[in-house]
């Protein structure tokens, strides 16, 4: 089992930032692809990015590379993701996802474990 735990959300200023952070526990982090999600009310989950287990390789939806990004920290178990320009339309629910082995994945469906997420709300 992976326990994750997210923080760092909360309430800002459009045009602001926030780092989110997802910590891990139970098993050997650095063997695990991380992802990070959003949901919004009213709307479906959305990927928002990934990490493979290293670290070297990251992927983004879209539209989202160039505010958002995605790191991690094996030695801390805890990956990170860092959200610039913050528009009112980020705000979301924001949870992280673990797969163990792997690359990159842009799926919920293809992650194990959840954590319980951190709010995130952007104001005008």
């Known amino acids: 089992q992976v326990q994750l735990v997210e923080s760092g959300g909360g309430l800002v200023q459009a045009g602001g930032s926030l780092r989110l952070s997802c910590v891990a526990s139970?098993?050997?982090?650095?063997?695990?692809?991380m992802g990070w999600f959003r949901q919004a009310p009213g709307k479906e989950r959305e990927f928002v990015s990934a990490?493979?287990?290293?670290?070297?390789?990251?992927d983004y939806v879209h539209f989202m590379e160039d505010r958002f990004a995605i790191y991690r920290d094996n030695a801390k178990n805890t990956v990170y993701l860092h959200i610039h320009s913050l528009e009112p339309k980020d705000t979301a629910h924001y949870y992280c996802?673990?797969?163990?082995?792997?690359?990159?994945?842009?799926?919920?469906?293809?992650?194990?474990?959840w954590g319980q997420g951190t709010q995130v709300t952007v104001s005008p």
């Open positions: 996802a673990a797969r163990g082995g792997g690359n990159l994945y842009t799926r919920g469906g293809e992650y194990n474990y």
């Open positions: 139970g098993r050997a982090f650095n063997n695990f692809a």
């Open positions: 990490i493979s287990p290293s670290g070297d390789s990251t």
